[in-house]
């Protein structure tokens, strides 16, 4: 397993932006995918996005296409969510998590197929 934590999170006014940043344990960082998901109060925890281990591939919920980018830098152990334009809705508690099982998009969009998360950061987005 890999140790992972958050940061970046906060209020923000709708239509502004946010970078969240996930820092990774260990040195094989580049072997695991990773995931953001989400979690508003009361609501089942939410796949956000995806990306391969070296970055090639990215995959996103419709909800946040657009509007939302998953990078990493490998050299650094670090996944990032580029957040613009955003919207009330998008308030939520946001994790996220490594994957180390090689999965073909649209798999790999389960809480159940990462094996790591981390503790999540807060985002509130003011209308």
């Known amino acids: 397993q890999v140790q992972l934590v958050e940061s970046g999170g906060g209020l923000v006014q709708a239509g502004g932006s946010l970078r969240l940043s996930c820092a990774a344990s260990?040195?094989?960082?580049?072997?695991?995918?990773m995931g953001w998901f989400r979690q508003a109060p009361g609501k089942e925890r939410e796949f956000v996005g995806r990306?391969?281990?070296?970055?090639?591939?990215?995959h996103y919920a419709d909800s946040v296409k657009g509007r939302f980018t998953i990078s990493r830098d490998n050299a650094k152990n670090t996944v990032y969510l580029e957040m613009n334009s955003l919207k009330p809705e998008d308030t939520a508690v946001y994790y996220c998590?490594?994957?180390?099982?090689?999965?073909?998009?649209?798999?790999?969009?389960?809480?159940?197929?990462?094996?790591?998360w981390g503790q999540g950061t807060q985002v509130t987005v003011s209308s």
């Open positions: 998590a490594a994957d180390e099982v090689v999965r073909f998009y649209p798999r790999g969009r389960l809480p159940t197929d990462f094996g790591s």
């Open positions: 260990g040195r094989t960082f580049s072997r695991y995918a």
């Open positions: 990306i391969s281990g070296y970055g090639g591939n990215t």
